[in-house]
């Protein structure tokens, strides 16, 4: 998972870029040359989709998601274990749902395509059953992982970050 994780956050990186670039390179073509660049918007958007994506699934590979870390530093040490498996399973439940959802939401507006350069929007949209399905493979793999800790199996926390 750690090479998954790295491929997403240079894939992250590389799409903010891209989206840094464009952004710059608009404002100059419009504000100095006065040439619009209309094409622009479609590359932003779809770039600032594909970024959000591959970084929210960044985000649960090294668990950096908001948490509610107050009731956890409250809670003993006994209960942590709970309360990460807890977490597992709440959010790896919403996002099977977004995954169940996300195959008909991109056939949906397959024959939607962006304003300037006609990319199908189906692809666009691609990426979200793409990554959250790699997010509820990590959770599922992590939530075994955290029950064989706390069977007296594992040698270590699955949520030594939080």
């Known amino acids: 998972m750690k090479k998954i994780q790295t491929f997403f956050s240079v894939l992250t ?10 952004t710059f390179g608009q404002v100059i073509q ?5 040439l619009p660049m209309p094409w622009a918007t479609d590359i932003i958007r779809i770039f600032f989709v ?12 090294k ?3 908001l948490n509610i870390d107050v009731l956890v530093q409250v809670l003993p040490p006994r209960l942590k274990p709970w309360f990460d498996l807890l977490s597992n ?3 790896c439940t919403f996002l ?10 991109m056939t949906a507006n397959a024959d939607q395509v962006t304003p300037y350069l006609l990319f199908p929007m189906s692809y666009v949209y691609m990426v979200i ?3 959250v399905g790699f997010m509820v493979l990590f959770l599922a793999l992590d939530t075994v992982k955290l029950l064989g800790t706390m069977a007296g199996r594992g040698n270590g926390s699955s949520s ?3």
């Open 96 to 105: 099977t749902v977004v995954l169940r959802y996300s195959f008909s939401f």
């Open 13 to 22: 990186g590389i799409c903010l870029a891209v989206v840094f670039a464009v």
């Open 50 to 61: 594909y970024s959000v994506f591959f970084g929210m699934a960044v985000g649960v590979f």
């Open 89 to 91: 399973i709440v959010v």
């Open 160 to 162: 030594a970050g939080r």
């Open 129 to 131: 059953p793409f990554t």
């Open 63 to 65: 668990k950096a998601h």
């Open 30 to 34: 419009r504000y100095v040359f006065q």
